[in-house]
């Protein structure tokens, strides 16, 4: 189980949680330089952006996401914006059984 660091938000708090339901081993704060991202699931690789208290600036998340979609180890970048454990665990669920989504994979 991962603990989150102090000055996490509410949000955050609430995706560690999940994550930690779902058995994920994920990595908080993790560096991807010159960025930051809030979580990296590296066994599927998912970053998670918790994005529902405070916003963010489209274009400089804009800008970040296609850095970091280009990134070898980076299948997908997720947004939260959900609240609530139960919304949040809901979201998560789905973009993970996004990644197995035979038309996803074809894209690839």
Request: overall charge negative; cysteine-free; proline content about 5%.
């Amino acid at each position: 189980m991962n603990l989150p660091p102090r000055d996490y938000t509410e949000q955050e708090n609430l995706i560690a949680k999940s994550l930690d339901d779902f058995g994920m081993r994920y990595q908080e704060q993790a560096d991807f330089f010159p960025y930051t991202v809030d979580f990296f699931i590296p066994d599927v690789g998912m970053i998670i952006e918790a994005d529902g208290y405070y916003g963010h600036l489209a274009k400089r998340d804009a800008k970040r996401d296609e850095y970091l979609g280009n990134h070898k180890d980076v299948d997908i970048i997720v947004h939260i914006k959900e609240k609530t454990k139960e919304t949040i665990k809901e979201r998560v669920w789905q973009e993970l059984n996004r990644l197995s989504d035979p038309i996803r994979e074809s894209e690839k």
